[in-house]
């Protein structure tokens, strides 16, 4: 594959950043795999990219734009990204808010400002959720996200971080045992 503005984006790239948006890619391009060892912000946005594996290489990558792809609840992310505090998936296709966010949580325990708006598993006024839905939503990620900032666009407020230690308690512990309590399984799936 032939990418237009080649040497815009190489230029971009020795700045630290790439910009492969609007590009209708369906994979990570080969020649541009050796570049993201020093890349510290990755526009992905507009694409047609469901594997993120070549993310291993981005060492230093600290915000991450995936929108309007084909992310799912399942999505593959290499395992630890110490450094990502930033990542917007906001337009994707993801439906289940439990098993993706447990995935966000294991693979980018630093984030800082994540963005997932109009997904199915953040409900909004916007794509037909309620207001307590939304609320419970806001809970459950902040639960598992303890670092966080700015949820979609809104500043995550000391209220709200009391709120999601009630309901949810301290899930970032939970995330990684094997054995959920039995009103952690309640829990979980009316955040689904």
């Not at 094997?178 to 009316?190: A, G, I, L, N, T």
Request: with cysteine; hydrophobic share 35%.
């Amino acid at each position: 594959m032939t990418l237009t503005n080649f040497t815009d984006a190489s230029e971009a790239a020795e700045r630290g950043r790439i910009s492969l948006a609007y590009r209708d890619l369906e994979e990570f391009p080969e020649e541009w795999i050796g570049k993201l060892a020093d890349i510290t912000v990755l526009d992905l946005s507009h694409n047609n990219l469901s594997d993120f594996h070549f993310l291993q290489e981005a060492k230093k990558l600290n915000t991450l734009i995936l929108d309007n792809n084909k992310l799912t609840n399942h999505v593959n992310f290499p395992l630890i990204m110490e450094s990502l505090h930033t990542l917007w998936v906001n337009h994707n296709k993801i439906t289940n808010l439990s098993t993706f966010v447990e995935t966000i949580a294991k693979c980018f325990p630093h984030l800082r400002y994540f963005s997932m708006m109009n997904n199915e598993a953040a409900p909004s006024y916007f794509n037909g959720g309620t207001y307590h839905q939304y609320k419970d939503y806001r809970c459950y990620v902040i639960s598992h996200l303890p670092s966080l900032i700015v949820l979609d666009d809104h500043t995550i407020t000391a209220e709200e971080r009391e709120e999601a230690r009630k309901v949810y308690g301290n899930r970032r512990l939970s995330v990684s045992s094997k054995r959920p309590s039995k009103k952690h399984k309640e829990k979980q799936k009316r955040a689904t």
